[in-house]
């Protein structure tokens, strides 16, 4: 049985806004206390390949779920916003990213030509990853970048 639309016609979205909603409910299912992340991967024909979001690896205690996390656990006057966070002593994260984990999640031959959506602008490490990942673009709310 389809769903009933009751009111005036409405406006579906753009490939893109679309995307994003995905994405943003892929990231309550984020395993961070400073942060919720999603992302999802589509192929040229919109299809969703895979879904990722920021926390722990698989079976391990996570930020959120376990407050395992060091960065989790200092505030934002000590470790502000938009700070180095990967290697540091203090307020290191060990989360794999959301761009990271939709990554790992599809086959590299799927990738190619595909479009990342993510809540959040990607970091500097993440753009690598899909740069060197075979997709073909990436989309965040405020922006988007193509590769190759």
């Not at 909603?21 to 040229?44: E, F, K, N, Q």
Request: aromatic residues 8%; charged residues 20%.
């Amino acid at each position: 049985m389809s769903p009933v639309v009751h009111g005036p016609p409405r406006a579906r979205p753009s490939w893109d806004q679309w995307g994003l909603t995905i994405a943003t409910a892929v990231s309550t299912r984020a395993d961070c206390t400073r942060r919720l992340v999603g992302a999802v991967m589509m192929s040229p024909d919109h299809r969703v390949l895979g879904t990722g979001y920021n926390g722990y690896p698989p079976g391990q205690p996570g930020c959120l779920t376990d407050g395992a996390c060091p960065r989790g656990r200092l505030t934002y006057d000590e470790h502000p916003t938009g700070t180095d966070y990967v290697g540091t002593d203090t307020g290191r994260c060990e989360a794999i990213h959301a761009e990271e984990n939709v990554v790992m999640e599809v086959a590299r031959e799927k990738r190619a030509g595909a479009t990342v959506y993510c809540t959040d602008e990607p970091c500097f490490n993440c753009f690598r990853v899909l740069a060197g990942s075979g997709v073909a673009r990436v989309v965040w709310p405020d922006g988007e970048r193509s590769f190759g």
